[in-house]
């Protein structure tokens, strides 16, 4: 059972960790000072098979009705994904990804709005940062170097996702190790270094914990897991990177509350010092984190 006694024994094993700072990041003329205030990202998922139902938009007038809401409601920026994550959801091929997000990301972003587009496709994330996206969500490791030129290119941001396999279609068992952190940790000092070699200057780190991993769908062995890496995230930030996190479900836990569980999840984020929020529920969040700071 998680106890302030957990939290205790991680500072006083990781002081120097949980000193780490980041520095503020400026995209599209909008600065984020992450010491002082942490930035929420909002889903629009423009799949079908995307089980988070409130998020799904299946027309551009939806999807930018949606868009233009969760700016309003406090979302920062703007997470647009094609293709959903499940296992057993529909391949979009590149074609039909870039049809269906560059008409959002041209109008949104002439708007003002900061958007990021969920892809692990060099392809789809060398068109939609021509359209105007200001950050690629990276949910690959086979197209680091591409990508991040392009990126780079286009003086944009990145998020870097730990994925355990090619890209987060092509996961299978999750490789546990006896510290929650210490694989991802190389893993993403290793892409910090190849991003910062391709001139990329504004990245964020993403442990994954939304991925559908063979081995993560028992409820208990999947959220032990993700709490463990929400309270150890911190560690991470001695990569100097800021940290993102995609707040998870645990529909097994909240049945029919199912729409509170990213915000009870905001809190153990919160706690390891996550500094970008990736929610459907923007307003449940962001009441949380003021909540938290008003301490």
């Known amino acids: 059972m998680l106890a302030l006694e957990t939290l205790a024994q991680l500072a006083d094993r990781y002081p120097e960790a949980l000193r780490a700072r980041v520095s503020p990041m400026t995209l599209r003329g909008r600065t984020f000072n992450f010491e002082s205030k942490p930035a929420i990202m909002g889903v629009v998922n423009l799949s079908p098979d995307s089980w988070y139902r409130e998020s799904v938009c299946l027309s551009t007038s939806k999807a930018l009705d949606r868009a233009r809401l969760i700016a309003a409601q406090g979302a920062d920026i ?9 296992a057993q959801a529909a391949r979009v091929g590149q074609t039909d990804q870039n049809r269906l997000l560059t008409p ?9 709005l900061l ?30 170097e591409p990508i991040f030129k392009t990126v780079a290119d286009h003086d944009a941001g990145v998020i870097i996702c730990y994925v355990q396999g090619k890209n987060v279609r092509e996961v299978t068992d999750y490789k546990f190790g006896s510290d929650p952190i210490g ?28 991925f559908y991993y063979r081995n993560l769908q028992d409820s208990a ?7 463990q890496v929400f ?13 993102c996190h995609a707040l998870p479900h645990a529909f097994e836990f909240f049945g029919e509350e199912v729409r509170s569980a990213e915000a009870f999840f ?7 010092k996550t500094d970008l929020f990736r929610t459907h529920e923007v307003p449940k969040v962001k009441a949380v984190l003021e909540t938290l700071r008003a301490w």
């Open 115 to 144: 958007i990021s587009v969920e892809t692990y496709s060099a392809d789809v994330a060398a068109l939609t940062l021509k359209q105007g996206a200001a950050i690629i969500n990276l949910t690959g490791s086979s197209d680091f």
């Open 78 to 86: 703007i997470d647009i994904g094609a293709e959903s994550t499940l």
């Open 231 to 243: 309270l150890n995230t911190f560690r991470l930030r001695t990569l100097g990177q800021p940290i």
């Open 183 to 210: 694989a991802s940790y190389e893993y993403f000092a290793r892409a910090v270094e190849t991003a910062s070699r391709a001139g990329v200057t504004r990245m964020f780190i993403d442990p994954g914990l939304g």
């Open 266 to 272: 905001a809190v153990l984020a919160s706690l390891g």
């Open 104 to 112: 959002l990301i041209s109008e949104l972003s002439e708007e003002g």
């Open 221 to 227: 062995t999947r959220i032990r897991h993700q709490m």
